[in-house]
């Protein structure tokens, strides 16, 4: 069980020459998903060298361009790459319309199936789900509707206890999938042997809260707290709180507070405003607060193990 993400872009408002737009290639659990897809994510996804074929799901956190113009030419990448492998996009009610006549307006023919999921509630909701992870929606409070993700590995099976196991040369590898599945040993002597003497605890799942734009909103505390990793935006410092509440953007102090609030592991701030030359000042705002804190910057990788 681990995760991994890909820093593609992190910047606000327009791409500018070392500064590119919301992207993040996350990798949790043998998954692989595409979040928000600013201008310029594809040419990204080449220069890190992510594998196209790989991105089966992609998910949009709301309409503003620095946040999805990139989604069409992706697609249509796809489409010249003979993709066949069917693709899911989630995002706010719209996306589909307006990515589906830009592809058909130029002329763009996409042979894979898109399969389109349009979000609308206001409250949270498990909007993908299979064996390994779910994704939940956070919902966040900017200028149009917007969701965070929450993404979770499903728990994994129980342990082998190998050293206690040996003590049974009556136990074969046979039994180990009823051992892993809960169930207690019925040796040949007639004894019982509990599961609980022959497991360890699976290993904790793995979270990742990616809260895009938003103003300052702890009530998403409860929802991603203990997360592993926590990315929120911090669009300004503490210094134009007034712009970050017109504009409905958060500054790195209130960033770091939902983290401390949240008891997340690690907190990596982006979105910053094109008005900061330095992004180390945000660290620097936002450490006082909250100790474990980091700034994302395009290529820059995050792990949990």
Do not use: W
């Not at 991105?55 to 030419?73: E, K, N, P």
């Not at 498990?126 to 939940?136: C, T, W, Y």
């Amino acid at each position: 069980m681990s995760l991994k993400l890909t820093i593609l872009g992190c910047h606000s408002a327009t791409p500018r020459a070392n500064a590119h737009p919301t992207s993040q290639y996350l990798e949790i659990n043998n998954r692989h998903f595409l979040i928000d897809c600013g201008e310029g994510t594809q040419r990204q996804m080449r220069h890190y060298k992510i594998g196209f074929t790989k991105i089966t799901h992609i998910f949009i956190s709301h309409l503003h361009g620095d946040h999805f113009y990139g989604l069409v030419g992706l697609l249509s990448t796809f489409g010249i790459l003979s993709r066949e492998k069917e693709l899911h996009i989630y995002g706010p009610k719209g996306i589909k319309e307006v990515t589906l006549l830009s592809l058909k307006t130029s002329q763009s023919h996409a042979k894979y199936k898109m399969v389109f999921h349009e979000l609308v509630s206001k409250e949270s909701e498990v909007i993908f789900e299979d064996e390994k992870v779910s994704v939940s929606t956070i919902p966040l409070r900017h200028r149009v509707y917007t969701n965070g993700y929450l993404f979770t590995e499903k728990e994994s099976s129980l342990k082998l206890h190998m050293e206690n196991i040996a003590n049974y040369e009556e136990i074969d590898r046979a039994d180990y999938l009823n051992i892993k599945a809960g169930k207690d040993i019925l040796l040949p002597s007639g004894e019982v042997i509990l599961n609980s003497e022959l497991t360890l605890p699976p290993t904790k799942p793995i979270r990742y809260a990616f809260c895009s734009d938003t103003t300052y909103k702890p009530d998403i505390v409860p929802q991603i707290k203990n997360a592993d990793l926590l990315y929120h935006e911090a669009t300004f410092l503490s210094d134009r709180e007034d712009l970050a509440i017109k504009t409905k953007h958060s500054t790195a102090k209130q960033a770091a507070q939902i983290a401390k609030e949240a008891n997340v592991k690690q907190l990596v701030l982006g979105h910053y405003s094109g008005r900061y030359k330095e992004i180390s000042a945000f660290k620097t705002e936002a450490t006082k607060v909250f100790k474990n804190t980091d700034v994302a910057e395009a290529g820059k990788v995050f792990t949990v193990n």
